[in-house]
Antibody
Framework: QVQLQQWGAGLLKPSETLSLTCAVYGGSFSGYYWSWVRQPPGKGLEWIGQINHSGNTNYNPSLKSRVTISVDTSKNQFSLNLRSVTAADTAVYYC???????????WGQGTLVTVSS | QSALTQPASVSGSPGQSITISCTGTSSDVGGYNYVSWYQQHPGKAPKLMIYDVSNRPSGVSNRFSGSKSGNTASLTISGLQAEDEADYYCSSYTSRSTGVFGGGTKLTVL
């Protein structure tokens, strides 16, 4: 049974860096793409980016200049850093396990991150 | 990259069938057989319902089916049930090796 458990700071001030980590329990860590998706309150899903076990990344072009996704295979964990946040980055952030096609079957519980001065 | 286009809302009565469309471009939906569909109930994480255009993960009801024609993918739900009321999102692989979601469709079961 694959489970993803995520954590990180829920309240940030503008210009700070958002940092979230997702731990993977069960299943193989290699052979998949480890992804981040966010959802502003009352709005739709937005694909942020992904990383594989080798550290190869792909990012949403609209966020690429501020995003870094990293992986720690020794801990079966991957992380999201989003720099210089603004109120527009307020959202529920989800981690997920994706296939090479992008399909995401397993999801974390979500973390609400609020950016407010 | 622009979001895929979905209708904002659809509705149907119990037992009926509905179809949700998802329109992209030749750089995403039309270029690859890598369209996924997700169901999301309020306050919950999305759930994968269809992957690679028309495949169902184990445990997903066969009332859910997917298809694609050109730059438009579709999700059909047959035999509507009250528990199908949710938001539905399509997603596609893109030519930039990224993913993109649709804007979401709210399904109301009348």
């Amino acid at each position: 049974q694959v489970q993803l458990q995520q954590w990180g700071a829920g309240l940030l001030k503008p210009s700070e860096t958002l940092s979230l980590t997702c731990a993977v329990y069960g299943g193989s860590f290699s052979g998949y793409y480890w992804s981040w998706v966010r959802q502003p309150p009352g709005k739709g899903l937005e694909w942020i980016g992904q990383i594989n076990h080798s550290g190869n990344t792909n990012y949403n072009p609209s966020l690429k200049s501020r995003v870094t996704i990293s992986v720690d295979t020794s801990k079966n964990q991957f992380s999201l850093n989003l720099r210089s946040v603004t109120a527009a980055d307020t959202a529920v952030y989800y981690c997920a396990r994706g296939a090479s096609s992008g399909a995401m079957k397993y999801w974390g519980q979500g973390t609400l991150v609020t950016v407010s001065s | 990259q622009s979001a895929l286009t979905q209708p904002a809302s659809v509705s149907g009565s119990p037992g009926q069938s509905i179809t949700i469309s998802c329109t992209g471009t030749s750089s995403d939906v039309g270029g690859y057989n890598y369209v996924s569909w997700y169901q999301q109930h309020p306050g919950k994480a999305p759930k994968l319902m269809i992957y690679d255009v028309s495949n169902r993960p184990s445990g997903v009801s066969n009332r859910f089916s997917g298809s694609k024609s050109g730059n438009t993918a579709s999700l059909t739900i047959s035999g509507l049930q009250a528990e199908d009321e949710a938001d539905y999102y399509c997603s596609s692989y893109t030519s930039r090796s990224t993913g993109v979601f649709g804007g979401g469709t709210k399904l109301t079961v009348l």
